[in-house]
């Protein structure tokens, strides 16, 4: 089984509407959790993390389930310019670990 | 401010050529991090430094490449001998610290990559 599991999609939606990602991790371990998006041959900026209680910001909501090992991504009212990659990002905090992204799943918002 | 800089932005290379790409972190940060992309793939973890300390070489995947950071700051990944399989995007990321034990890392700045092409 993979570390960290995405859709890979594409998810094909029309401006406005509003579009949610899953993401599966399957170490029990870990600790901190991201969103990452990744622009068409750019490189990956840091959306948002994901905090126990669910953490929102602006039209980006962000949830964790620890007890399914899921994470999720709900963006609302979408915008052209929310196409993308977006990353789902694991850590395991065990001294001085480093981040398991995901594949992504690619977002596509039309017109 | 400046971000992390990496050079050359593309490389193309022979078959059994060694390579070198070069990572400029954020300044101060003193978490460095080299990563691969290939095509429709996820980041593949390469190696870690942290200040001083050992490198984590865990992610290399094999002897073929290494890498070295001077003097706390750019680090330098090389490939030896390379191969079609080598051709990737390799990605440096930098952070300001990360707290050993555990704890939310800082954010990772990405810098551009470095797109590798193997003939």
């Known amino acids: 089984r993979k570390e960290v599991e995405q859709d890979p999609g594409p998810f094909n939606v029309p401006e406005g509407a509003t579009v949610a990602f899953n993401c599966t991790y399957s170490?029990?371990?870990?600790?901190?959790f991201f969103w990452y998006r990744q622009d068409c041959r750019k490189e990956p900026k840091l959306l948002m993390s994901?905090?126990?209680s669910g953490n929102e910001d602006g039209r980006f909501t962000a949830q964790l389930n620890r007890a399914s090992q899921y994470i999720s991504l709900l963006i609302r009212d979408s915008k052209l310019s929310d196409s993308a990659t977006y990353l789902c990002?694991?850590?395991?905090?065990?001294?001085?670990?480093?981040?398991?992204f995901g594949k992504g799943t690619m977002l596509l918002v039309s017109p | 401010g400046a971000g992390v800089s990496q050079s050359p932005s593309n490389k193309v290379t022979e078959k059994g050529k060694d390579v070198e790409l070069r990572c400029d972190p954020i300044?101060?940060?003193?978490?460095l991090y080299w990563y691969r992309q290939s095509l429709g793939q996820g980041l593949e973890f390469l190696i870690y430094?942290?200040?001083?300390?050992?490198?984590?070489k865990s992610g290399l995947p094999s002897d073929r490449f290494s890498a070295e950071r001077t003097g706390g700051s750019v680090s330098t990944l090389t490939i030896q001998r390379t191969q079609q399989e080598d051709s990737a995007v390799y990605l440096c990321?930098?952070?300001?610290?990360?707290?050993?034990?555990?704890?939310?890392?800082?954010?990772?700045?990405f810098g551009p990559g470095t797109r590798l092409t193997v003939l």
């Open positions: 990321a930098s952070s300001l610290t990360v707290l050993a034990g555990g704890g939310a890392p800082d954010t990772q700045y």
């Open positions: 170490n029990s371990a870990s600790q901190s």
């Open positions: 994901v905090y126990s």
């Open positions: 990002v694991v850590k395991v905090n065990s001294g001085y670990s480093t981040l398991t």
């Open positions: 300044s101060g940060h003193t978490a």
């Open positions: 430094f942290q200040g001083n300390s050992a490198p984590d």
